[in-house]
């Protein structure tokens, strides 16, 4: 594989067009299309699911995405430090959502200070996807929860929060006005994401109370973003993690005193790194954010 087939897979994998891939690196469509063609015969496997109306990425592509963004920005990495001695080196961060990203600005801005030639490096990857690119070294650390699901040996992990399951709804939801509810009281308009978007065990519970409600009061976002959005518009309540730093002013998270679920969110990392970039990372997180 080469660059420029890597350069056209991420470019429709962004946009999910391939005409806006085209007009953003500046190459025919046709040219596009060849270069996906040819990166799949060379992995033997379909990247996209295409249609007259919409273009998908398929298991395998989501899967390839991080990979060829890694293996594209380890090249672009090595031409840089060949032309230019001194280049400033990366350190890569991973998180699941853009949720995730208010963490960011001051963790970034302290690293800054210690370190000043570092460059960090966000990337974005499914939730089922961090623990394998850490333990394959793709990314330094990365941000989520401890989920019931083992994970390798290789991965430390550093919690930052107890992350209790709250109801989540918008200041003028009726809930809005109870310190503490219980499940019985769980009986509004609800808003869901898909299944791998959250904890299995979370899904669970979100698919306990679709079961109490009508189809009419059943929302469905793609994402925890989403959801939330849909909650700020008044649309239904939601559950979901109740993380200070992470708290929307506009909105209010109130705790089911029946519905006694918890996960530590933190930092997972490899537990070969003993960077002082690292190190100092962790610090800093600590110093924010640990509860």
């Given amino acids: 594989m080469n660059t420029v087939q890597l350069e056209c897979f991420i470019a429709v994998a962004e946009h999910l067009n391939f005409s806006k891939a085209s007009e953003e690196l500046n190459i025919s469509q046709p040219a596009v299309t060849h270069q996906i063609h040819s990166l799949e015969n ?9 249609t007259s109306k919409s273009v998908k990425l398929t298991e395998e592509g989501i899967l390839f ?13 090595a031409k840089t430090r060949l032309q230019k001695h001194g280049h400033p080196s ?15 600005p001051p963790i ?3 690293l800054h200070t210690y370190f000043p030639n570092v460059r960090p490096v966000i990337h974005f990857f499914p939730p089922l996807a961090g623990s394998q690119m850490i333990d394959n070294k793709k990314i ?22 107890i992350a209790q399951l709250v109801c989540i709804c918008s200041a003028s939801h009726p809930f809005s006005k109870e310190k503490e509810l219980t499940k019985n009281q769980l009986n509004q308009s609800f ?17 306990e109370q679709l079961s109490k409600i009508s189809p009419q009061e059943q929302f469905f976002a793609p994402n925890i973003e989403s ?3 849909m909650v700020k518009a008044q649309l239904g309540y939601t559950l979901y993690f109740d993380i200070p730093a992470l708290r929307n002013p506009s909105l209010c998270y109130i705790p089911v005193k029946d519905l006694n679920y918890s996960l530590p969110f933190g930092i997972f990392y490899h537990s070969d790194n003993d960077s002082s970039i690292l ?3 962790i610090k800093i997180c600590e110093q924010l954010y640990k509860q």
Avoid: M, W
């Fill in 42 to 50: 060379e992995l033997n496997v379909k990247l996209f699911v295409r």
């Fill in 65 to 77: 995405l991080s990979d060829a963004r890694y293996i594209l920005k380890t090249s672009y990495d």
């Fill in 90 to 104: 990366s350190f890569d961060i991973g998180c699941h959502t853009s949720y995730e990203l208010q963490l960011f």
């Fill in 108 to 110: 970034l801005f302290q």
């Fill in 140 to 161: 330094h650390v990365s941000f989520g929860f401890q989920n019931e699901e083992k994970a390798p040996l290789s991965l430390k992990f550093k919690p930052l929060v």
């Fill in 191 to 207: 808003v869901t994401c898909e299944p791998h978007q959250i904890p299995s065990r979370v899904f669970a519970i979100h698919s």
């Fill in 227 to 229: 959801t939330l959005t």
């Fill in 279 to 281: 190190k100092q990372f």
